[in-house]
């Protein structure tokens, strides 16, 4: 079975109007997209482009409040708890109404050392509440650990806290979204982690290292990573998110390279 290959249409094809990245990619030779953050559009509008496109969505995010503006986000701060319960709503109507395979909860900052401890079993608390709410829709809940290059102060950003996490809730609906450019970025063994990390991963997700382009920009040992996953059978999803160094369509070689079957 080939590798199931999908783009991030948040980062990719910023070319064109949202509602039109889906025809963008489907174009360039993909079959599946993942949109971060579907909200500022309707759902009947997604849904309208994703019929006439035939594509499939495998990943959105839960909705992540002032994160993506400076903030600590809603996932993790004690305070917001009825505010991420919306968020999961929100989320649950565009996953059921877009056939999602998975959500990702960002687990947002922590801007105060003194409350991480309180931030963590918050999120921890949030973690198990959107996995229980997901599961009787078939949609898997998944977080991810993003490096602290770019995001000071994120409350996840390593391997060994996910694992943690993971054991700590012990959710048959939960799992990790594992970023091999963030998790390149913390300086963390990519290739050798991947084997026996398999079997707890929802979702990869990719861009070169260190910074954030299209793989072959810069060190990112790419190619072994794809050969790594495909010796292994993973069947999960694999996204493409990253920002394209020169228009999108201009930096798709990697595509033709490591994902033929995909390529137009």
Same mark, same amino acid.
């Given at each position: ?13 910023? *070319? ?23 909200? *500022? ?23 992540? @409040? ?16 009825? +505010? ?142 794809? @050969? ?7 069947? @999960?999803?694999? @996204?493409? *998110?990253?920002?394209?160094? +020169? ?18």
């Amino acid at each position: 079975m080939p590798l199931k290959l999908c783009a991030n249409i948040s980062l990719l094809f910023r *070319e064109v109007e949202p509602l039109q990245r889906m025809d963008a990619a489907r174009a360039s030779g993909f079959e599946a997209v993942e949109i971060q953050f579907p909200y *500022e559009q309707s759902l009947d509008e997604w849904q309208q482009r994703q019929s006439s496109t035939d594509i499939r969505v495998p990943l959105i995010n839960v909705p992540a @409040g002032d994160l993506m503006a400076g903030g600590e986000g809603l996932a993790s701060v004690p305070q917001k708890r009825d +505010d991420f319960r919306r968020a999961v709503d929100s989320c649950a109507e565009f996953a059921e109404g877009l056939k999602v395979d998975c959500v990702n909860v960002l687990a947002g900052r922590c801007l105060n050392d003194k409350r991480r401890l309180h931030h963590l079993d918050q999120f921890m608390h949030n973690l198990d509440y959107c996995a229980d709410q997901m599961k009787s829709l078939g949609v898997k809940t998944v977080f991810e650990a993003i490096n602290t290059h770019d995001m000071p102060g994120f409350l996840v950003h390593s391997v060994e806290q996910s694992r943690e996490i993971l054991r700590n809730i012990n959710h048959s609906n939960l799992a990790m979204q594992y970023d091999v450019y963030h998790m390149s970025r913390m300086n963390e063994p990519v290739l050798e982690q991947l084997p026996e990390l398999l079997s707890d991963i929802g979702h990869i997700q990719f861009a070169d290292t260190p910074d954030r382009n299209e793989p072959g920009t810069g060190d990112l040992a790419f190619t072994e990573i794809i @050969g790594l996953l495909r010796e292994k059978e993973y069947r @999960g999803w694999i @996204g493409a *998110e990253y920002n394209p160094s +020169d228009n999108t369509d201009n930096s798709l070689g990697w595509m033709k390279t490591h994902f033929p079957e995909y390529h137009s």
